[in-house]
């Protein structure tokens, strides 16, 4: 069974940053494809930034260039660095992965956009 705890979440002006962690427990952290996801109010969940165990990135279009997404199997975390923040990506923020086969995320970190 993998845990997996976001941080990081707060509020932030209009083109401010955030990065923001999420620890996983497991021994093979290392392995899992880690991704990064938010659900903003009243909307459906959508990917944000996934990398793979090799480091592999891949960002959603309205993301790139604006986040960057990296890992440290050292550590157990996954992070996600978020610039030029927009108020329309308000939003609960997961991070989950899958482990043979069955999916796991934590309870998200919330983070608010607004002036």
């Known amino acids: 069974q993998v845990h997996l705890a976001e941080s990081g979440g707060g509020l932030v002006q209009p083109g401010g940053s955030l990065r923001l962690s999420c620890f996983a427990s497991?021994?093979?952290?290392?392995?899992?494809?880690m991704a990064w996801d938010r659900q903003a109010p009243g909307k459906e969940r959508q990917l944000v930034a996934d990398?793979?165990?090799?480091?592999?990135?891949h960002y959603a279009g309205a993301v790139k260039d604006r986040c960057t997404i990296s890992r440290d199997n050292a550590e157990n975390t996954v992070y996600l660095q978020m610039n030029s923040l927009k108020p329309e990506e308000t939003a609960v923020y997961y991070c989950?992965?899958?482990?043979?086969?069955?999916?796991?995320w934590g309870r998200g970190t919330l983070v608010s956009i607004s002036s």
């Open positions: 989950d992965t899958a482990v043979y086969g069955v999916g796991y």
């Open positions: 497991g021994s093979i952290f290392s392995t899992y494809t």
């Open positions: 990398i793979t165990s090799v480091g592999s990135t």
